[in-house]
């Protein structure tokens, strides 16, 4: 199994332009997360899909930040205009969230490798 | 809201020796709790979970955490650390639907000789 599949993984962009992060969910998956690790902030949630939707982007910082999932085996986090206080470790996990009577039920959270993004 | 505190940000402990690294949670319902190791230049890997039943949980790599409510602790514990165990150690709170983790500030363990 791949695993989670995240690239690049590492990025020098200067402030100012388009930065594009992708993922490739374990395949089967139908739940992905999108985290961003800060020395600041230490890790935080930016957006989480579920069946290609998504469910909770309280997390996504501002307008600058978007985030598309448009098939079950692709996701894209993009920042336009990228800042410099965007530089940080960008994390896509993924996991199989399955219901049951409208129950979610827990299954472990995979995470890619990463994505280290230094906007200069 | 849920919310995770780790109160050591660095730990220093001798190869060989017992260690415990603390966490406490804030959350208004049954909490499900997570224990996360990253080690330099990796993602996550999921060391152990609970969610409920029997306090004490084990999981990989010889490690073991304890559940107290009365105290809203989740410490993670392994009696005899390795070298290879130096690492960030995150503790995390999820809550269904998706199970969305909300992490603590992460410790980082560093192993002597």
């Known amino acids: 199994d791949a695993g989670v599949i995240q690239s690049p993984r590492h990025e020098v962009t200067e402030m100012g332009q388009e930065v594009t992060l992708r993922c490739k969910p374990i395949?089967?998956?139908?739940?992905l997360f999108w985290y961003r690790q800060t020395m600041m902030r230490g890790l935080e949630l930016l957006i989480y899909?579920?069946?290609?939707?998504?469910?909770?982007d309280s997390g996504m910082p501002e307008d600058r930040f978007s985030a598309k999932m448009p098939n079950a085996s692709f996701s894209t986090l993009k920042i336009q205009p990228s800042e410099p206080r965007d530089s940080a470790v960008y994390f896509c996990?993924?996991?199989?969230?399955?219901?049951?009577?409208?129950?979610?039920?827990?299954?472990?959270?995979?995470f890619g490798p990463g994505t280290r993004l230094t906007v200069l | 809201a849920q919310s995770v505190t780790q109160p050591d940000i660095h730990i220093t402990v001798s190869e060989g020796a017992s260690l415990e690294l603390r966490c406490n949670y804030s959350?208004?319902?049954?909490?499900?709790l997570f224990w996360y190791v990253q080690s330099p230049g990796q993602g996550l890997q999921l060391l152990l979970k609970?969610?409920?039943?029997?306090?004490l949980v084990q999981g990989i790599k010889g490690f073991e955490a304890e559940f107290k409510r009365s105290q809203s602790s989740f410490n993670l514990r392994k009696p005899s650390v390795h070298w290879s165990d130096a690492a960030e150690y995150f503790c995390?709170?999820?809550?269904?639907?998706?199970?969305?983790?909300?992490f603590g500030k992460g410790t980082s363990l560093l192993v002597t000789p």
């Open positions: 996990a993924s996991s199989l969230e399955a219901r049951f009577s409208g129950v979610s039920s827990y299954n472990e959270q995979f």
């Open positions: 395949s089967g998956h139908n739940s």
């Open positions: 959350y208004g319902a049954t909490p499900y």
């Open positions: 899909f579920n069946n290609n939707v998504p469910i909770d």
């Open positions: 995390a709170v999820g809550a269904p639907p998706g199970y969305a983790l909300n």
């Open positions: 609970y969610f409920s039943g029997d306090t």
